[in-house]
């Protein structure tokens, strides 16, 4: 049976840090994922400031489910690229000092393959992968903006173990994608899960996030699928579109204990 291990999202409660950490404890969750860019900034957290926080998190009995780091612009645009690969290594090696060995990212729009920008990408990709596996953390590509196959496809053209995968499933259903076809296509890459859910606004022709366990997201198939590959990773809950998100998210961890 796939064990749920639970976290909580902390830039989704909106609280300061300690404080948030406070509150994802209380809400019985095992861990949290922190923001490299502003809840722990990674061009900036010393060695104390490391110290600091992996105090926090024993005295709380939580460890860290990953490191979000989002770059203004994917890996497949050339322009300043250099310097966004150097920030993604520093965050990578950041999270690992933090006691995780994931870090996630949009990592952009996957382009054609045989393109210019697909050249661009799978260069970028390649040497934030080795750095990774020097320091000990990879980068997982947060799913949504292409198909799992699209994105499976992209991982293949890579060096073994350069990229994960971070399974959103709201994301996907907002951009019109299947999640269990995703998790049946990237399943074996998944390093990272986050717990939303999402429905199909026909009425405005787009999606929209929901609450976990009201949308289309099938969340026990989803699990199904990643047991299947053994995962073990988490599963952490994000819920950034409500009025009451420290009420739903405590829901959202009950509700995926009762899985």
Same mark, same amino acid.
């Given at each position: 049976?796939?064990?749920?291990?639970?976290?909580?999202?902390?830039?989704?409660?909106?609280?300061?840090?300690?404080?948030?950490?406070?509150?994802?404890?209380?809400?019985?969750?095992?861990?949290?994922?922190?923001?490299?860019?502003?809840?722990?900034?990674?061009?900036?957290?010393?060695?104390?400031?490391? *110290?600091?926080?992996? @105090?926090?998190?024993?005295?709380?009995?939580?460890? &860290?489910? !990953?490191? %979000?780091?989002?770059? /203004?612009? $994917?890996?497949?645009?050339?322009?300043?690229?250099?310097?966004?690969?150097?920030?993604?290594?520093?965050?990578?090696?950041?999270?690992?000092?933090?006691?995780?060995?994931?870090?996630?990212?949009?990592?952009? *729009?996957?382009?054609? @393959?045989?393109?210019?920008?697909?050249?661009?990408? &799978?260069? !970028?990709? %390649?040497?934030?992968? /080795?750095? $990774?596996?020097?320091?000990?953390?990879?980068?997982?590509?947060?799913?949504?903006?292409?198909?799992?196959?699209?994105?499976?496809?992209?991982?293949?053209?890579?060096?073994?173990?350069?990229?994960?995968?971070?399974?959103?499933?709201?994301?996907?259903?907002?951009?019109?994608?299947?999640?269990?076809? !995703?998790?049946?296509?990237?399943?074996?890459?998944?390093?990272?899960?986050?717990?939303?859910?999402?429905?199909?606004?026909?009425?405005?022709?787009?999606?929209?996030?929901?609450?976990?366990?009201?949308?289309?997201?099938?969340?026990?198939?989803?699990?199904?699928?990643?047991?299947?590959?053994?995962?073990?990773?988490?599963?952490?809950?994000?819920?950034?579109?409500?009025?009451?998100?420290?009420?739903?998210?405590?829901?959202?961890?009950?509700?995926?204990?009762?899985?």
């Amino acid at each position: 049976m796939l064990q749920i291990r639970v976290g909580v999202q902390l830039a989704s409660l909106r609280l300061p840090l300690k404080q948030g950490l406070l509150t994802a404890a209380r809400m019985g969750a095992e861990a949290v994922e922190l923001d490299g860019r502003s809840e722990v900034k990674a061009d900036e957290l010393s060695r104390t400031g490391v *110290r600091q926080v992996r @105090k926090m998190l024993e005295d709380l009995n939580l460890r &860290v489910s !990953a490191v %979000t780091y989002r770059t /203004r612009r $994917g890996y497949q645009v050339q322009d300043d690229l250099e310097r966004r690969v150097a920030a993604t290594e520093q965050a990578l090696k950041m999270a690992y000092e933090l006691g995780t060995n994931v870090v996630v990212n949009h990592i952009g *729009r996957v382009p054609e @393959k045989g393109t210019p920008a697909w050249t661009i990408m &799978v260069e !970028a990709l %390649t040497d934030i992968g /080795r750095y $990774g596996q020097r320091v000990g953390a990879t980068l997982a590509a947060e799913t949504g903006t292409e198909s799992g196959e699209e994105l499976a496809a992209l991982i293949a053209a890579l060096p073994p173990a350069s990229l994960g995968v971070d399974l959103n499933p709201a994301s996907l259903i907002i951009n019109g994608h299947s999640p269990p076809e !995703a998790a049946k296509a990237l399943a074996q890459h998944v390093l990272h899960v986050h717990a939303t859910d999402g429905t199909r606004d026909l009425a405005h022709g787009r999606g929209i996030e929901v609450q976990l366990g009201r949308g289309l997201a099938e969340f026990p198939e989803l699990l199904g699928l990643l047991e299947e590959q053994h995962y073990r990773g988490f599963i952490t809950i994000e819920r950034r579109q409500s009025e009451n998100a420290v009420s739903e998210i405590a829901d959202a961890v009950k509700y995926l204990k009762s899985l």
